[in-house]
């Protein structure tokens, strides 16, 4: 009998590998301008067609030999590196040599390519990681890459795919994160042939991100600068009163390679700790520069994840550094501080000191507390976990949403009286059958939210004005996705039109949000529509806007409520049938009858 091992072909190999390189069609994107940039290209351009169905990325870099054409889709061939040592030295983005075949092993690929020293271009075509053609052509220096038929040799992987306009999002968001820190670099993009990106070459890292990110940026950056043997640390964070509902604006750099690390960002909210709400989230650009031996960028395939070899000295250096600097933008005539103008809310300053304090003490020479893997909670769980057994002993949910809603005891909201508030937060009311103690955010939230839906049923949503519409620009990746939902806002009272380019123009807002800033509102509420969730049905979407909206009209925690506000509160509450819990899913009300109360006292 003949073994059973074989060594499989390259053509296999290639696609297998390329399982891990080429996750999406941004991953196609994001090696391509990751190519070209190490080709020194100083224009970039990215063509799109629907959700990166075809993707030609063409740059103005060194462009490649002809006879190196063939290798350059050869697997492990690399112009970057020579010894498993210079991954350890490398500046640049590439050396594995994997990306092109893996590429090609699942795609059509057509290059066009030249070099200055050359008369003649040459042009190669593979299709499923064979070489189809290959043969001179005139064109510019540079290389062009042209991707089409993505995945069509592996069919099954495109059934992981989302729906075109989440995966465009996903390639505009891999062009984003290039874009901010190669400032030199004059990047276009276009999706089915209209143009969505223009960045041209920025003279620093803060007018880049105006121009990347979008304007609003402009006087809201902090710069943040700090040093410690062998790594450095540059950019700019937020000012802590222009915050975000996502950590999606936290971009960190390792070597100006984006990185996803729970260490990074934990580093860059613990300087904010306490100076901004919670579940909010700072804009940060930054860069750090370590010596290539001091950080292992080869632990994953995509070169997201890094490991370091000195990482307490890297978070302390982050939190010291953006500490400081916040603190120093914050106190007048602090030296050097090149902050621009912007209100200081009153009492933020001693905020900052305080925190500032605390840290210095927490911290102290030498003992920066660390220890073990790190993690950040980037946003609240989507559905709370149901109540346990162990928090319902004291007290049950009112009405529980299933078979015991409609709790038989109790008649409505405004037959209770109102006895205060505890905790800034909880309405204890008395009624015959024992207390009851209602979140007043949950509840207002369950209030509006049902308003909203009702509104929208009836066509009958009652929008507020703005005196001055509100022109915001927005990162590529949300003009697609707030186009969608525009009818939706609208049913709730938003009125939101594009407003060319980058730009939408909000011309009016739900009533019952008046008091809050329409451009927070719609930031807001995109980033809580975060990328993962673009995908989902209209209804879904719907429902995910409102609640955000909702959540943002209600009551807060900690806030006075005046007994008017309360008593107009329960009639609100009595008008909504399934008052059973906030849209969030959390219970709005607990009840504990008297029978309990006895049994807590030991009176039964
Ligand atoms: P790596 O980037 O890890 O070296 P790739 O498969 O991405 O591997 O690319 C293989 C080789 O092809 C590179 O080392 C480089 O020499 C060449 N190459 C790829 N894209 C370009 C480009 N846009 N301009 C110039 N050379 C390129
Ligand atoms: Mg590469």
Redesign the pocket.
Known sequence: MSGKIVILPETLTNCIAAGEVVERPASIVK??L???L??G?TEITVDLEKGGSSIR?T?N????ARE?VP???ARY?????GSFDDIYRVH????????????ASISRVE?V?RQISSPAGTRAIVEGGEMKEISDIGCPV??S?LVSRIFEPVPVRRKFLKSDMTEQGYCMEVITRLALMQSAVKIRASVGGRPVLNIPSAPDLSERIALTLGQDFRGQLIPAAGEIEGVRLTGFVSRPEFTRSSAAQMYVYVNRRFVKDYLLNHAVMTAYRRLIEARRYPAAVLGLEVAPGDVDVNVHPAKMEVRFRNPRGIYALIVDTLSGAIGAGLTPGAAGAAVSSGAVPSGYVSRVEEALKRYRVSSGPGKLFFSGPVTVKTDAPANPPPLSREDAKWGQPLFSSGENSGCPHFHCFSDLLYIGQTAGTYLIFTGEEGMVLVDQHAAHERVLFEKLRRQAQNDKAVGQRLLLPEVVSLPPRDIAFLTEALPILEEAGMEVEPFGGDSVVIRAIPDFLSHTEARTLLLDLLAECGEADRDMPLQEKREKIFTALACHGAIKANRNMTGPEVSGLCRELDAISHAATCPHGRPLAVSISVAELEKMFRRK
Not at 61 to 64: P, S, V
Not at 77 to 81: D, L, M, N, V
Not at 94 to 103: N, Q, T, V
């Open positions: 090696e391509l990751e190519n070209a190490d080709a290209a990325v740059d870099g060194e462009g490649i190196d290798l350059a889709f061939a690399t112009s970057k590196i640049s983005f590439g050396f594995r040599g994997e990306a092109l075949p893996s590429i290059m390519t540079g290389t890459i």
